[in-house]
C-alpha cells in the first residue's frame, strides 16, 4: 500500500479505527519465507538500482540476535546493553523492529539522515551486521517511563483520535494502540520512547524535515505538519508512558 494512500485513509477515518484493524504486530510473520521467491521474480541484473537493492536485502539471511549482540558493543555507550539507554538523548532501541533499525542505520549512512554523532559508528557496517544488530536489539523489551500527568490527557486524546480540526490522524492508525507499531507495514515502535527524543523529532518533522528526499520518512512531515509545541509536548509525554502491556499510559500522580 502507499504510504500516500495509507495517509488518505488514516485523514478519512480519523480516529483510526479502520487502520487500526491491522494484525498486532505479534501475529505479524517473519519475512524471511518470502525472500526466495522475490529473489526469483526480480533478477539484480535486469532490475531498476533501488529494486536491486531490495533483492540483495532480501537475499541476505535473517539478523542473527546472538552475533548481534556481540556487534552491537559499540552501539551500547549510548544506547545501553540491552537498547535502553541511560541518558534520554539517546533513543531507546529496545523492542524496535529489525526491519526499522536496518532502514535507519542506512539512512545515517547515506547522509540523507544527517546526524554527526551516528554516522561515525555505522559507516562500516555492513547490511548483514545491521540485521544482526537489528534482531538483537528488536528481541529486547523497552522500559517505559512515565508520563507527565498534566499533559497525558491530551496526549491520549491525540494518540488516539487525532485531530479533526486541524486534520492531525491518529497516531494509533499506523504506531498501534499500545505504541508497538507495525514491522510489516515499516510504522516503528514508539511506546515507552524517551519524550526528549520523541520531541525532536517532532519538532523537526513539524517542520517539514523529514530524512532528505526519502520518500517514506515524508509520512510523518506529511502527519506532523502545523502541529504546535504544546500538541507536540504532550504526544512525548504520552508516548513515554505508553505500555507494550496494556494500551495505556502510566502518569505520575
Ligand atoms: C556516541 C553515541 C552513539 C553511538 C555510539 C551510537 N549511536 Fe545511534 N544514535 C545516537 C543519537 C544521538 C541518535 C539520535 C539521532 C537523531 O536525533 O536523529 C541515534 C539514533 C540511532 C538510530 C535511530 C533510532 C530511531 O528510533 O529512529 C538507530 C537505529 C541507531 N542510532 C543505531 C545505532 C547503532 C546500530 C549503533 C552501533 C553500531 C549506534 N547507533 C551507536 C547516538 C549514538
Ligand atoms: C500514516 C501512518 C502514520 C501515522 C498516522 C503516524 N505515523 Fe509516525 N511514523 C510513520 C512512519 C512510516 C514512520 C517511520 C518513517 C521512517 O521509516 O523513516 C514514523 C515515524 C515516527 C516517529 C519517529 C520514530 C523514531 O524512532 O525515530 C515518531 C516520533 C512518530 N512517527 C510519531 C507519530 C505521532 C506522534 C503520530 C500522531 C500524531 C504519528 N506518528 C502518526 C507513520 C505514521
Do not use: W
Not at 498534566?150 to 499500545?178: F, I, N
Amino acid at each position: 500500500m502507499s504510504f500516500r494512500l495509507v495517509i488518505a485513509l488514516a485523514a478519512i477515518f480519523g480516529a483510526g479505527s479502520a487502520l487500526a484493524a491491522d494484525p498486532p504486530a505479534a501475529a505479524q510473520p517473519a519475512a524471511v519465507p518470502a525472500a526466495p521467491a522475490m529473489t526469483a521474480a526480480a533478477p539484480a541484473d535486469a532490475a531498476p538500482k533501488a529494486a536491486a537493492a531490495e533483492v540483495a536485502a532480501a537475499a541476505l539471511k535473517p539478523g542473527d540476535a546472538t552475533s548481534g549482540q556481540a556487534k552491537s558493543a559499540t552501539c551500547a555507550a549510548c544506547h545501553g546493553m540491552d537498547g535502553n539507554p541511560a541518558s534520554s538523548q539517546y533513543p531507546k532501541l529496545a523492542g524496535q523492529h529489525e526491519d526499522y533499525i536496518v532502514r535507519q542505520v542506512n539512512l545515517f549512512k547515506s547522509h540523507k539522515r544527517e546526524n554527526a554523532v551516528m554516522m561515525g559508528f555505522v559507516a562500516t557496517l555492513s547490511e548483514q551486521d545491521m540485521h544482526d544488530i537489528g534482531a538483537y536489539f528488536a528481541a529486547k523489551a523497552s522500559l517505559p517511563g512515565v508520563a507527565d500527568a498534566k499533559l497525558v490527557q491530551r496526549g491520549e486524546a491525540l494518540y488516539r483520535g487525532g485531530d479533526k480540526a486541524s486534520g492531525l490522524p491518529a497516531c494509533m492508525a499506523c504506531h498501534g494502540p499500545d505504541g508497538r507499531g507495525n514491522p510489516g507495514a515499516g510504522y516503528p515502535q514508539l511506546g515507552g520512547q524517551y519524550a526528549d527524543y520523541v520531541t525532536l523529532k517532532l519538532k523537526d518533522f513539524a517542520a517539514g524535515k523529514g530524512y532528505s528526499d526519502d520518500e517514506r520518512a515524508k509520512v510523518m512531515v506529511t502527519v506532523a505538519k502545523g502541529l504546535g509545541e504544546q500538541d507536540i509536548a504532550a504526544l512525548a509525554t504520552y508516548i513515554e508512558g505508553l505500555h507494550a502491556a496494556d494500551t495505556g499510559s502510566t502518569a505520575a500522580k
